[in-house]
């Protein structure tokens, strides 16, 4: 089948900064994202898990973008923008999509 | 002296603190029990709800005390204060840096709606009453001390400037904790005895059992807070959580004092002054302040100043207040 | 007119409409107060549970009523017509295309389940009997509308052709609210009184209760869905998810007056009549009409009409069955 | 034999059969009716924390036993004992290999709590009383079985050898299941009937409720493993399922008499061993046993077994228990 | 350690469609495939989150396929035939497995 | 923006070998993880559901790991030691990272 190469941006942050990096995302003219759940991890900063947690402190969400090449940096710049300060990892992959026209 | 030890020990022999304690030792004993996080979350959404509501009728059943506004002003005012001094005991008795002083005074100014909820309950047990719109002055508490500690570290931090814009402002006054409490407090006030009726045994009936079940999950989530925070607790930090809840809760009582509310209601001042947040000031705190360390606050806040109040704070505040009204 | 003014009134600032209200303006305010899906969904559980099991243990204590059949003919006889109705309707009143116009008209044809409910609730409070066997007709009412849909899009349209195989039509017969409602119903006819007995504190008392909570959800999903839909609502749009209920509910008047239904069970009638679905109709529509744009529809059913019946329609609805019936 | 037949009709038509039979058919009939995996488990943690407090405030009302001890003793010995008959008889009747056949008894040695529970809900349907401290034989039965399982393979195998570490050995002691079930029987126990009175309308009130919306759930699991799992239900396998249950029985029996347990007691008893475990042992299997084929022992205790005991086999104890202790 | 290339496949997919793709799968000869939950997105036709939601209309979910090269025609065609008019991202990674012989 | 190359890890692993592959993974040195939810699959072992279920037996976790190349080989072993025999899948793509010096 016919496929087009792009980029799927994977970023892991703060579930409290989900909204700013959606805002700051869609700034960046991203005509799409979809956000999976996490329920826990482990870095430099310690241990985590979202059982029984009442407080959307302690909590990251997974973020997945798919766009064009050409869009990536200013997605990036977008992210980075956000993530900054904050815990978060952000990965690039090439990927090949289906229907590139939704992109 | 007396009172006080026998209240605590009937408290400490209670069922909503055995289900912290065996929380607690199972986590520490890294059992795998746990509470799924919907329902962690469905639990708090029942007790705000219930404590809201009951709050709300209380009122419109007594009819609108005078002492309402005082009330409010009083917490606002010390909500604003007690971080003050949550801090300057902190820059004293630890090594902790102006920002995360700060951020864990912000978790002191505020307050934990599950100790006002256990508190309540002591109250109830007691056979105390106390007025209904405390629920609304717990609310009034929860968001100005953010801003003394944003202000703290302004003024004393070298600081790369924390993040206060509106976006987070509006973030925490329309946390969702507080909008479910004062909306179900204003449905309470507004339909009254009336729509007490129509609810009352989902709200009343099974409240304790609730209550459980959420601090079995609570001292879950404390001790896999503590196991996990291993070195971040110096013994002055320690010092520092039991220590702050007797000097917020003297605030309180002057509060309660100063306006005269019946000693339940002073009781719950004090507890209100005396318990630190652990939901909504963490959230806030991740946004405006990344750099602060979290296991420090949730830590303090979670895992030594909650436990203490449930256990041993209620009772003296109970016996304080009763003492100081003559109640 | 008095009445249903009164009624409406007393409707408005009921526990249930206010804590929508609440959800609602939460939602529209942006506040983060949120209900986690598992635990919406177990609220929708206990909702069907709970009314499916009380009409058939009702059922159980007054014998089968001879108007049983008659009833369900009449409901699956409404829900093919009303779609029809609304059809050409839309058509008149909105510039909505015919795959559009169709899948809103199959959402009309179609029932609102809490909308149910929440009458059912005002019928108690009035202290209105009514036939338990009125949920298995709404049951009978949630399919009959999608295949309506689907026909009028085959006559109407030019039509890539929607989908309808097997897998959807099962799955429209056998979704999960159709058979918890109709296998509780089921359930309470044959263990009746004493089924009753062991679980009436568990499905009866907290009832009310869990509606609020569940209409605080469904507040602040209809608020959320407001908010992204913006400019989806045209002047004729709007005035249609107004009208077209209170249309659907003559149809249930008639259905209820001809079978001779008591009071309680014409107002259940019209109000099935006029809800508008909003779970298990935009499910289906989404594999059948995959280009029907759901926010039109789910703003309508959800945003518009199900607001409208909750607080002023309900009222309207009792008040006109009353007259209609003399009761 | 009349008396069995009564009971188990009278059983049979019970709420909470009913509901599992409807999720049961839900489930076969590929309904999209589904529980989320959070309300299955807060529905579990609600039943656990409900059975434990209350058997252990009957024995603080009771005052100790003296048969307790004996009876935890007999416990552990049976969880020893079933396994090993179950895995020759497994042998014997089916063509499994060691591991499977392992494994599967080890499911045979531990217990149900479900089960349980059901079947004190059918001995309060019929005004029977028993030993508050049989929950806590049914917690010192979930364990020992496992031990045995793999002492059996490494005994009969040709063996890679199982997995059994401290890591799992802690796990199993301290699984989740045990530690809420303990905890709360022991705090029934401390808080007694003030802590009863506190939480009563929380864990009795709604219990049997709760439990027809938990097997419900049960019905639409053991349905989906049925589906998915043709072709691994030999003949033999399926007539194990059916007669290991009544063989474990008289063990619990013998127990129940030589002890000189109530008749709900020993009835209890008699359940607890002919139960089959389908949460605790199927994890520990996975670990311990990864060879072993999950389909075979989740389908014959969940599938074959559960459904037997909660239909025909509960009845069946209690009538033996009855005759046998005269009660 | 030793590893094998193989492709990735992760298809975003309305809720409602997901046990029709799954079918699909199956008789495009998968062997398996993994289903993560989605919380919520964004994208053409709005934003979207699952919370309070009792409905199956509004949600994706996330089917994770991993294949070796040669099947993944036929898995993109099954896709596709699901896919086609409905909401759905359907991104192809490369990407390395262990115990190749799994799939 | 600069971005650095990096591995990225996925295993979908039994939820009971969780906590056994997580520790197997901070003894291979590995800085970070996250670990996603599960809702079903399908395999050689058949189809499985978390729907309605209480036991952990039937279910898996999604533990993602992003790290430098030099590191995977230690990580696979880890992971391998684990999974060998369980149920599982372990894929690995490469990618680019943002902020390189966290991992
Ligand atoms: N190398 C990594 N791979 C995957 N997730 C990571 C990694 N490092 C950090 N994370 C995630 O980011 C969170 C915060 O990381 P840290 O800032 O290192 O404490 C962790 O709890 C993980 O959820
Ligand atoms: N570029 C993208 N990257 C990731 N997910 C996307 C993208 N575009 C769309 N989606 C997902 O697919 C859903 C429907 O997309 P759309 O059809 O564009 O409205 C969105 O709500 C997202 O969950
Ligand atoms: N090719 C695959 N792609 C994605 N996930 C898979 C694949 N094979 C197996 N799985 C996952 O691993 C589980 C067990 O696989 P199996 O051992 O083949 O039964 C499945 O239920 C899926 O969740
Ligand atoms: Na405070
Ligand atoms: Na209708
Ligand atoms: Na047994």
């Known amino acids: 089948m016919q496929t087009h190469t792009a980029k799927r941006v994977e970023i892991i942050i703060e579930a409290v900064m ?59 710049e977008a992210a980075f923008s956000v993530v900054d300060r904050h815990i978060g990892v952000v990965t690039v992959t090439d990927c090949q999509v289906l229907r590139a026209e939704r992109f | 002296m007396d009172q006080i030890i026998a209240l605590a020990a009937e408290n400490l022999l209670s069922p909503i603190i055995l289900f912290f304690v065996l929380g607690f030792a199972a986590s520490v004993a890294r059992s795998d029990l746990s509470v799924p996080e919907a329902v962690a979350k469905a639990m708090s959404l029942y007790l705000l709800f219930a404590i809201g509501f009951k709050g709300g009728a209380g009122v419109a059943e007594h009819g609108l005390d005078q002492t309402l506004i005082l009330s409010l002003v009083a917490g606002v005012l010390l909500s604003f204060t007690i971080p003050v001094v949550a801090f300057y005991l902190l820059r004293v008795m630890s090594r902790l840096d102006v920002t995360n002083a700060a951020a864990v005074a912000a978790h002191y100014g505020s307050i934990s709606i599950v100790t006002f909820v256990a508190g309540s309950s002591v109250l109830q047990s007691a056979g105390l009453a106390s007025e209904g719109f405390m629920v609304a002055v717990a609310a009034s508490m929860e968001a100005p001390a953010i801003l003394v500690a944003l202000w703290l570290i302004a003024k004393n931090g070298p600081g790369e400037g924390q993040r206060m814009d509106s976006a987070l402002m509006r ?69 520092f959580g039991v220590v702050m809840p007797l000097i917020g809760s003297l605030f309180g009582l002057a509060a309660g004092l100063l306006i005269g509310l019946t000693p339940g209601g002073t009781t719950l001042f004090m507890i209100l002054s005396a318990s630190a947040s652990y939901i909504a000031v963490p959230a806030a705190m991740r946004v405006a302040l990344p750099e602060a360390n979290p296991s420090v606050y949730l830590t303090l806040s979670l895992g030594v100043t909650f436990p203490f109040n ?7 505040y109970l016996a304080i207040a009763r003492a100081a009204t003559g109640g």
């Open chain 2, 171 to 239: 973030e925490i006054m329309l946390n969702g904790s507080i909008v479910l409490l004062v909306g179900s407090f204003l449905i309470g006030v507004i339909t009254g005895a009336d729509g007490m009726a129509k609810i009352e045994s989902f709200i009343v009936a099974p409240f304790q059992g609730v209550l459980c079940l959420f601090l079995l999950d609570m001292g879950l989530v404390a001790g896999r807070g503590l196991r996990s925070s291993k070195g971040v607790l110096t013994p002055g930090l320690l010092a």
């Open chain 2, 310 to 316: 449930l256990t041993l704070g209620i009772p003296i």
């Open chain 1, 18 to 76: 989900e909204s700013r990096l959606t805002d700051a995302l869609r700034s960046a003219d991203v005509t799409g994202y979809t956000i999976l759940p996490v329920r826990g991890g482990s870095g430099r900063s310690g241990d985590w898990s979202r059982a029984g947690q009442v407080s959307r402190a302690g909590g990251m969400s997974c973020v997945v973008c798919i766009i064009r090449e050409e869009k990536l940096d200013g997605l990036l």
